[in-house]
């Protein structure tokens, strides 16, 4: 009668989804020690709600939906906010050398479309994170941004449209070509 | 902003979503049809595929090294929440409302909080509480079902780590090895666990048992039937516990003395069980006896009727 609990789940569930969780918030804030207070913070909060979790809950969904809602926490404050992009744009100068042309200038075009999505509003930003780079469908990052599936898309379009508007466009194809 | 002509601005929404995989098959081929014949928006849709495949690299990024230490810490704080953490639940019962906690390892605390709420309590155990659960669910329910007489055992993992000393410990376990339907007194578990002489200490770590009911310290009475203490001063709730295993009991002046005449009884060791007459019974004290409620309680422990005051065809009445 007097025995320990033969399996523990939640360590299936952070092995499964810790390396994920952690890069989105890693992209969204900008900052290391941001995404770990954050994805540490996401699973210590899943753990302690983990036990209310429906069994037919898409568990993946739902941490998104629980780092979603830690990010947009941390990001209204307006000073971290623009402490964090401070640190982007440096990372982001920061391109590395070497390598054929090519190569280099596409490399240069990926850190700088990083950086413009750093630079994005928080809303647009995470559904864009959500949808281009963990490919949640728009019901879902809906549901994580309380808007509709529709705005849903129309910030992930938004998004689009900023980068395009910020970068210049031509380099970035003609590198491409170069590769 | 230069002026598009109106077939250009219609397409462009669909554009865009050609270009970054968002569009159906049909706005696709629309798409494809017009940049054919339009070499601005030609251009304009390979900058946003080339957009789109520069956030595809993004994809691809291993963080390495600070991913492993951020999981690193995440499982130090994993291990200091999951030893603090409790999941508790409080269900109405015949006696009064009780509340059932767990953590990962099992079963760790079980309270009688009658009227006054015990969440207060739960907070002084130094642990992090967090109510519900739907495995809760079934323990609450297990347990009531004892309590209605229609469950004789529960088939629980037992979180001790409430307990105060290995000692508690040690006696807790041997108190959840008491059959059900069956009574034995605070001597004999200080015999069980090595420690004849700690009688005090033993009913003190029973007073102190976290997991009540689950762990039967309500079968541990006097060595004279005395039922002498429970959980502080309810006394009353050890009567009816035992009164749903069907152990017989009298009120006495401050107490209730369990009916030993009326109960089946066994030695330490012994495979058989007697009435509480017979005369086979070895020379021990009467307070290393364990008692059993009926027949059935004795044999589903797999005790045999004794040969000599067949207990089998002389069953006592009541």
């Known amino acids: 009668m007097v025995e320990a609990m033969s399996e523990e789940p ?22 290391v020690s941001d995404a770990d207070d954050l994805s540490q913070e996401t ?9 209310s979790l429906p069994p037919d809950a898409n568990v993946r969904a739902w941490l998104f939906a629980i780092a979603t809602n830690l990010c947009r926490n941390h990001f209204r404050s307006e000073k971290r906010r623009r402490k964090a992009l401070a640190v982007v744009e440096a990372d982001g100068r920061g391109a590395e050398a070497g390598g054929p042309e090519g190569e280099t200038l596409f490399n240069e075009a990926r850190s700088r479309v990083e950086a413009m999505v750093s630079r994005l509003p928080v809303k647009q930003r995470l559904a864009f994170t959500l949808r281009k780079l963990h490919d949640q469908d728009y019901e879902t990052v809906g549901r994580m941004l309380d808007c509709s599936a529709e705005s849903a898309r129309a910030h992930v379009f938004q998004a689009f449209r900023k980068i395009r508007g910020l970068l210049n466009g031509e380099d970035l194809a003609r590198a491409e070509a170069r590769r | 902003m230069r002026e598009l002509p109106q077939g250009c601005q219609e397409i462009q929404d669909d554009l865009l979503a050609a270009a970054v995989a968002e569009a159906g098959p049909q706005a696709f081929h629309r798409v494809q049809a017009h940049v054919g014949r339009c070499a601005p928006c030609r251009g304009e849709f390979e900058r946003y595929r080339a957009i789109d495949r520069a956030v595809g690299a993004l994809r691809r990024e291993p963080p390495g090294t600070e991913l492993d230490r951020a999981r690193a810490g995440l499982e130090v704080r994993l291990a200091d929440l999951r030893s603090r953490l409790l999941t508790y639940r409080i269900f109405d019962s015949p006696l009064g409302r009780i509340l059932i906690g767990r953590t990962e390892q099992g079963v760790s605390l079980v309270r009688y909080l009658g009227s006054r709420g015990g969440l207060g309590l739960v907070r002084a155990a130094g642990v992090e509480a967090v109510a519900d659960g739907a495995e809760l669910e079934r323990f609450s329910r297990e347990l009531l079902e004892y309590l209605e007489g229609k469950r004789t055992r529960f088939e629980w993992p037992i979180d001790l780590r409430l307990a105060r000393s290995d000692f ?13 339907g069956a009574v034995t007194s605070y001597a004999n578990l200080a015999r069980e666990v090595g420690r004849p002489a700690a009688v005090r200490a033993v009913a003190q770590a029973l007073r102190k048992n976290p997991v009540p009911i689950v762990i039967p310290c309500h079968r541990v009475v006097g060595a004279s039937g005395d039922l002498t203490g429970y959980a502080g001063n309810k006394i009353a709730l050890k009567q009816r516990l035992l009164a749903v295993e069907g152990v017989p009991a009298v009120r006495t ?4 003395r369990v009916l030993r005449e009326a109960m089946y009884v066994t030695a330490p060791g012994e495979e058989a069980y007697c009435r509480p007459t017979c005369c086979s019974l070895p020379s021990v004290s009467l ?6 409620a009926s027949r059935e309680c004795a044999e589903a422990c797999g005790l045999r009727p004794c040969t000599s005051c067949r207990p089998d065809r002389h069953p006592i009445s009541r």
């Open chain 2, 287 to 292: 307070a290393w006896l364990t008692l059993f």
């Open chain 1, 43 to 51: 699973f210590l909060r899943a753990f302690r709600a983990y036990p």
């Open chain 2, 168 to 180: 508690h410990r040690t006696v807790l376990e041997a108190a959840a090895r008491i059959p059900y």
């Open chain 1, 10 to 31: 939640f360590d299936a569930i952070v092995a499964a989804h810790h390396g994920e969780i952690y890069r989105f918030l890693r992209r969204t804030t900008g900052r």
């Open chain 2, 253 to 256: 002046e401050r107490d209730f």
